[in-house]
């Protein structure tokens, strides 16, 4: 199993940045997958989730600004991340739901994202 | 929310040695409780699921206790390898994390 998250970078406060974690090395199409992000510092907040049909949940601290999907064709997961706040300034990991149960079992290096001005 | 709070914040011990860590949760979350390894610059490891099982690949000197509210990691005989931040989960209700647990060699 790999995780490879991208996309990363400096942005500026109110705009936008997409996500992206491709994976390899299992059936993408069969497993729920995460979003979860660890500001400088800080510990690990959860912020999104997307069953293996899709379905999606996300954080309060998030809901309405960040979108999940996923590209099951592509074996991709993406975060489509708007109007961002100096807040969401953390690194952002990819995880696969376990198999069974609702905990992560792998997870990716992890990107950053900066949002200041 | 359920609150999970880790102790201590930072550990130092021998090689050898055996250690605890703790994970403490603010109401009860039955087994549903993970641990993690995540080394400096690495992707979070899964160690132990559902409060005592231990992940395929996971050297058998890691163990997990504990159900409700109070949990375990029980590194049985300290490695140089293992030093590293540890972390919980608690994926009872939503998904909530420890603070950590730095561990280092004494």
């Known amino acids: 199993v790999q995780l490879v998250e991208s996309g990363g970078g400096l942005v500026q406060p109110g705009k936008s940045l997409k996500l992206s974690c491709s994976a390899s090395g299992f059936t993408f199409s069969s497993y729920g997958m995460h979003w979860i992000r660890q500001a400088p510092g800080k510990g690990l907040d959860w912020v999104a989730y997307i069953s293996s049909s899709s379905g999606t949940v996300y954080a309060d601290a998030v809901k309405g600004r960040f979108t999940i999907s996923r590209d099951n064709a592509k074996n991709t997961l993406y975060l489509q991340l708007n109007s961002l706040k100096s807040e969401d300034t953390a690194i952002y990991y990819c995880?696969?739901?376990?198999?069974?149960?609702?905990?992560?079992?792998?997870w990716g290096q992890g990107v950053m994202v900066t949002v200041s001005s | 929310d359920i609150q999970m709070t880790q102790s201590p914040s930072f550990l130092s011990a021998s090689v050898g040695d055996r250690v605890t860590l703790s994970c403490k949760a603010s109401q009860n979350i039955n087994k549903y409780l993970a641990w993690y390894q995540q080394k400096l610059g690495e992707a979070p490891k899964l160690l132990i699921y559902?409060?005592?099982s231990l992940q395929t690949g996971i050297p058998s000197r890691f163990s997990g206790s504990g159900s409700g509210t109070d949990f375990t990691l029980t590194i049985s005989s300290l490695q140089p390898e293992d030093v590293a931040t540890y972390f919980c989960l608690q994926h009872n209700s939503w998904w909530t994390f420890g603070g950590g647990t730095k561990l280092e060699l004494k």
């Open positions: 995880a696969r739901k376990g198999d069974p149960g609702y905990y992560f079992d792998y």
């Open positions: 559902n409060a005592n």
